[in-house]
């Protein structure tokens, strides 16, 4: 099984940027596509982007489109969030999580394996 460890959370200010980090460990981060999903108090775990096995495809929710990106190195078992005009509403627990599937899906029941989570909050 694979374990994953969120990193570069922090406390930032409405229109800053951070970079989040996912590192993979026990097994190889190419044998799964590759999902972020955040989580705010009182809400439910939401999807925020996704990246195939060997990062041909991406896709992302509506909220964060033109504003996020997401990335990865397989040779370093690390998937990347680059954050970019960041906005109080973004403020969430953040999550890396891993699939089976080939392709990135939205759905969060479709990953098997998730981080601890790590804290972003955007103040206005």
């Known amino acids: 099984q694979v374990q994953l460890v969120e990193s570069g959370g922090g406390s930032v200010q409405a229109g800053d940027s951070l970079r989040l980090s996912c590192a993979a460990s026990?097994?190889?981060?190419?044998?799964?596509?590759m999902g972020w999903f955040r989580q705010a108090p009182g809400k439910e775990r939401e999807f925020v982007a996704g990246i195939s096995r060997y990062g041909a495809t991406t896709k992302y929710g509506d909220s964060v489109k033109g504003r996020f990106t997401i990335s990865r190195d397989n040779a370093k078992n690390t998937v990347y969030l680059q954050m970019n005009s960041l906005e109080s509403e973004d403020t969430a627990v953040y999550y890396c999580?891993?699939?089976?599937?080939?392709?990135?899906?939205?759905?969060?029941?479709?990953?098997?394996?998730w981080g601890q989570g790590t804290q972003v909050s955007v103040s206005s």
């Open positions: 026990g097994r190889p981060a190419s044998n799964y596509a």
């Open positions: 999580a891993a699939s089976a599937n080939i392709i990135e899906t939205l759905s969060r029941r479709s990953y098997d394996y």
